[in-house]
T-cell receptor, first 111, second 113 residues
C-alpha cells in the first residue's frame, strides 16, 4: 500500500530559526511529489511539484528537495506568516490522477 | 479569475438526514475530487470523477455518493448522515491525465448531531 509519512507532526520555531520538514514515501516509480500549505480554516494551497531525485524548487523562504525515498521542505529564516500546516502528497503506483496525502506538519513560528 | 467554490461553508444537520454539499469550479478541469479532513487522519479521498458521467470510489466512500452531470459541478451527497461524518470536506479539481496539481476549495465544515 502506498504510504506517505511526514515528520515532525508539529514544529515550533523562533522567527529566523531555520529548519526542515520531512516527507518520506514508499510508492515506487514516483510520478511526482506535491507540497501544499494549509492555513487554519482554509483549503490546501499548492506550493511545489518535484518529479525526480535531485530536483529542487524554491519560493521565498521555502525550498523543496527530493531524493529517491523522501522530500524535505527547508524553511530559511522563517517569519510568523509562515505558520501553517504543510502537507505532502504522492500519486499511487497505479491509477490516474488521485493523490495520497500525509497527515501534515503543523509549523508555528513565534516572533 | 478561475476558482473553485463550495457551499455551504458551514452546515449543522441531524442524524439520518440527507445532506448535499456543493462544489463548483470555473477552471474547466476534467478531474474533480472530494476529501474529508479529520484530526489524526489527514485528507482522505471520498469520491472522484474524471469527467461528465464518470464517478469513482475513493478510500472512504461508504455513506457518500456523487454525480457528475456537467464539467463544473460535483455535488457530494450523504444519503443518511451519521455522527461519524462530522468533518471538514474539501473539493478539489485538476487538469489533464496522470499526476497533476489539484486545486482546492475553501471547505465545508459539517456537523452531524
Amino acid at each position: 500500500e502506498d504510504q506517505v509519512t511526514q515528520s515532525p507532526e508539529a514544529l515550533r520555531l523562533q522567527e529566523g530559526e531555520s529548519s526542515s520538514l520531512n516527507c518520506s514515501y514508499t510508492v515506487s516509480g514516483l510520478r511526482g511529489l506535491f507540497w501544499y500549505r494549509q492555513d487554519p480554516g482554509k483549503g490546501p494551497e499548492f506550493l511545489f511539484t518535484l518529479y525526480s531525485a535531485g530536483e529542487e524548487k524554491e519560493k521565498e523562504r521555502l525550498k523543496a528537495t527530493l531524493t529517491k525515498k523522501e522530500s524535505f521542505l527547508h524553511i530559511t529564516a522563517p517569519k510568523p506568516e509562515d505558520s501553517a500546516t504543510y502537507l505532502c502528497a504522492v500519486p499511487p503506483n497505479s491509477g490516474y490522477s488521485t493523490l495520497t496525502f500525509g497527515k501534515g506538519t503543523m509549523l508555528l513560528v513565534s516572533p | 479569475d478561475a476558482e473553485i467554490t463550495q457551499s455551504p461553508r458551514h452546515k449543522i444537520t441531524e442524524t439520518g438526514r440527507q445532506v448535499t454539499l456543493a462544489c463548483h469550479q470555473t477552471w474547466n478541469h476534467n478531474n474533480m475530487f472530494w476529501y474529508r479532513q479529520d484530526l489524526g487522519h489527514g485528507l482522505r479521498l471520498i469520491h472522484y470523477s474524471y469527467g461528465v458521467q464518470d464517478t469513482n470510489k475513493g478510500e472512504v466512500s461508504d455513506g457518500y455518493s456523487v454525480s457528475r452531470s456537467n464539467t463544473e459541478d460535483l455535488p457530494l451527497t450523504l444519503e443518511s448522515a451519521a455522527s461519524s461524518q462530522t468533518s471538514v470536506y474539501f473539493c478539489a479539481s485538476s487538469d489533464l491525465a496522470g499526476a497533476n496539481t489539484q486545486y482546492f476549495g475553501p471547505g465545508t465544515r459539517l456537523t452531524v448531531l
